[in-house]
């Protein structure tokens, strides 16, 4: 069985300060890791993956997220906020769960506003 | 231009009148899957295929039923919406299962 927990469901920052959204997941494989963006009225777009390779993943629009095992979490950062970051963000975790299939868990999001 | 292409973008129905929604995609992918989106609960998935003619049931295949033809087209077909069915749909392709996936627009169905 696995899980993923958005530890907030609104977080909001002023432009141009340190953004930070928290995600922690709970696989019995070795997960990769996703976080999407989506725009009102728009489509889920992929900002970022972690798939086993390095833990420091890098994604567009100059957002990143570290994966740590030891804790557990996939944590999505930028150092400045934009206006037109303004979104809701999911966390993803996809492992094999057994009999040839991956199992794909969305977490419930977390609403990011920005202040100019 | 890669993508995943839904339509309509947006419907509104009466019970009980059957529709379909159209999900194509352009980058022969394996894996397609349809989502819903419903204020607090985030994403479920409704149904997913892994290859053409192979489909199963997610999270609340209730209501829906799908076909996988072709490769690139994978519809949702509501044979008797329901106001329980109003939402946010979107449909998703990826390489393979469990790789990152690609997502449509969205369809907004109403159901009164």
């Known amino acids: 069985a696995q899980s993923v927990t958005q530890l907030d469901s609104h977080v909001s920052v002023s432009e141009g300060t340190p953004v930070l959204l928290r995600c922690n997941y709970s696989s019995s494989y070795s997960p990769s890791l996703f976080w999407y963006v989506q725009h009102p009225n728009k489509g889920l777009q992929l900002l970022l993956k972690y798939t086993s390779a390095a833990t420091l993943v890098k994604g567009i629009n100059g957002f990143e997220a570290e994966f740590k095992k030891s804790e557990t979490s996939f944590h999505l950062t930028k150092p400045s906020a934009h206006m037109s970051d303004a979104a809701e963000y999911f966390c993803?975790?996809?492992?094999?769960?057994?009999?040839?299939?991956?199992?794909?868990?969305f977490g419930k999001g977390t609403k990011l506003s920005v202040i100019p | 231009e890669a993508q995943v292409t839904q339509n309509p973008r947006y419907l509104i129905t009466v019970t009980g009148k059957k529709l379909t929604v159209t999900c194509s995609q352009n980058m022969n992918h394996e894996y397609m899957s349809w989502y819903r989106q419903d204020p607090g609960l985030g994403l479920r998935q409704i149904y997913y295929s892994m290859n053409v003619e192979v489909t199963d049931k997610g999270d609340v295949p209730e209501g829906y039923k799908v076909s996988r033809k072709e490769k690139r087209n994978f519809p949702l077909i509501l044979e008797s919406p329901s106001p329980n069915q109003t939402s946010l749909y979107f449909c998703?392709?990826?390489?393979?299962?469990?790789?990152?996936?690609?997502f449509g627009p969205g369809t907004r169905l109403t159901v009164t």
């Open positions: 993803v975790v996809s492992a094999y769960s057994g009999a040839g299939s991956y199992q794909l868990t």
């Open positions: 998703a392709s990826s390489f393979a299962q469990g790789y990152e996936q690609y």
